[in-house]
């Protein structure tokens, strides 16, 4: 009874990875670029803010400006932040004090217990100073200081002063759809890793029809994360494995998107001159049609410089509208090149010319391709965070994955 139980068990996916990203230090050059204007908002806010309760203590801060902000690998362990701001103190019927707070700070990623990453401070190192060394030596100028900066809060809320760092890291696990009925979601199996050739993360792909899970075959080769050859002049490194797309074309599969119904020139009275059945079958003049379904899981292969889907699919061959009945069923293999590309955050996905092996079914050569891209039309969303597109991108094809280097954009609505 107990082994009946167990086959009756939903099946439990394979935790394995089948895509991920590198972040390359150009990359990480570029998020810290865009932080910089966030950071002095914050900065702004957090130290220009003052209570009428406060007023009484005579100072205040008059000016807050970034001057650098960076972001550098700690290899294995994670990032160090520095910020230089330029501050302004205005004591009580004093010049304002041009004063230089220097933030340093480590970071790390996590995996939170809901399957989120999240950027944690490990340490922070704030130090404030006067640029004049005769005020520094001031007792009263100190006491501003420690009044007017609270160093503490600063690095309690230090990666904040990134471009809501945590929030973006919780949009890349979002469900994107793919169809109507069909959606994805990518997800990490573990923290990030940190090298010196920038910070790498492996995704786990889920698939959904209808809201559930899909448990697609498992992987016949491991994938991981391919090395970089030498130092990249892009922002960032996708890689989607061969699996990735097999699985893809298996949910859709299983949504009954390749389920098709294929017109023919061809009626019954035409074909009952080369197969004499049809004609005792149909006693009017009826236009023939195709409905083809696929007999086995697609599969896609990839190769240096080119991809391919190849298709296994049972065609009935028969007539009426809407009782179609069907009086003859072939096997056909269908061959299709694949054609990738990428709009926005999407990767779009056509076929090229099909091949046939049965002469017979040319029709099915011509549609299917049609159909697939239709079915596809919108793209597949690729792992990305929610304020971000992609631009200068090209579409590597490897044996067994997909490479896809580009840059990072702020999208310009939500800057």
């Known amino acids: 009874?107990?082994?009946?139980?167990?086959?009756?068990?939903?099946?439990?996916?394979?935790?394995?990875?089948?895509?991920?990203?590198?972040?390359?230090?150009?990359?990480?050059?570029?998020?810290?670029?865009?932080?910089?204007?966030?950071?002095?908002?914050a900065l702004r806010r957090d130290l220009m803010a003052r209570r009428a309760s406060d007023l009484?203590?005579?100072?205040?801060?008059?000016?807050?400006?970034?001057?650098?902000?960076?972001?550098?690998?700690?290899?294995?362990?994670?990032?160090?932040?520095g910020i230089e701001v330029e501050l302004r103190i205005a004591p009580l019927h004093a010049v304002p004090m041009p004063v230089r707070l220097s933030i340093r700070a480590d970071l790390h990623v996590d995996m939170g217990p809901d399957g989120n990453l999240q950027l944690l401070t490990s340490a922070c190192r704030p130090t404030v100073?006067?640029?004049?060394?005769?005020?520094?030596?001031?007792?009263?100028?100190?006491?501003?200081?420690?009044?007017?900066?609270?160093?503490?809060?600063?690095?309690?809320?230090?990666?904040?002063?990134?471009?809501?760092?945590?929030?973006?890291?919780?949009?890349?696990?979002?469900?994107?759809?793919?169809?109507?009925?069909?959606?994805?979601?990518?997800?990490?199996?573990?923290?990030?890793?940190?090298?010196?050739q920038g910070i790498a993360l492996s995704l786990q792909t889920t698939f959904l029809v209808a809201g559930a899970a899909v448990p697609v075959p498992v992987s016949p080769v491991p994938f991981s994360m391919p090395e970089l050859a030498s130092s990249s002049t892009s922002h960032l490194i996708l890689a989607l494995s061969e699996h990735f797309y097999t699985s893809l074309y298996f949910t859709l599969e299983r949504a009954g998107a390749f389920n098709m119904t294929i017109p023919s020139m061809l009626t019954t009275a035409t074909l009952a001159q080369k197969i004499t059945q049809v004609g005792s079958l149909y006693h009017e003049d009826l236009p023939i049609v195709l409905s083809a379904a696929l007999r086995s899981s697609p599969r896609v292969m990839l190769e240096e410089g080119r991809a391919a889907l190849k298709l296994f699919l049972t065609v009935h061959i028969g007539a009426g509208s809407p009782d179609f009945q069907s009086f003859l069923s072939v096997s056909a293999d269908v061959t299709t090149g694949?054609?990738?590309?990428v709009s926005d955050t999407r990767m779009m996905i056509s076929t090229a010319a099909a091949v046939l092996e049965e002469l017979f079914l040319a029709p099915v050569c011509q549609q299917v391709p049609a159909w697939m891209d239709d079915v596809l039309r919108e793209g597949v969303h690729l792992p990305h965070l929610s304020r971000f597109t992609y631009t200068d991108v090209s579409v590597v094809i490897h044996k067994d994955y997909v490479l896809v280097p580009c840059n990072l954009k702020l999208q310009s609505t939500m800057a």
């Open 1 to 41: 009874m107990s082994a009946i139980l167990a086959l009756l068990e939903p099946v439990q996916p394979t935790r394995a990875p089948d895509c991920g990203g590198i972040l390359t230090p150009l990359g990480l050059s570029y998020l810290a670029e865009i932080s910089k204007p966030h950071a002095e908002v």
């Open 56 to 81: 009484f203590l005579g100072s205040r801060i008059t000016s807050v400006e970034v001057a650098e902000l960076w972001l550098s690998i700690i290899p294995e362990a994670g990032l160090r932040l």
């Open 129 to 196: 100073r006067a640029k004049s060394s005769r005020e520094a030596e001031s007792k009263s100028f100190r006491s501003i200081l420690d009044k007017e900066v609270d160093v503490d809060k600063l690095c309690l809320d230090v990666s904040k002063l990134l471009l809501l760092p945590n929030e973006q890291l919780m949009s890349l696990t979002a469900l994107f759809p793919v169809t109507p009925s069909c959606q994805l979601q990518y997800l990490p199996l573990a923290a990030p890793v940190f090298s010196k």
């Open 338 to 341: 694949l054609q990738l590309s």
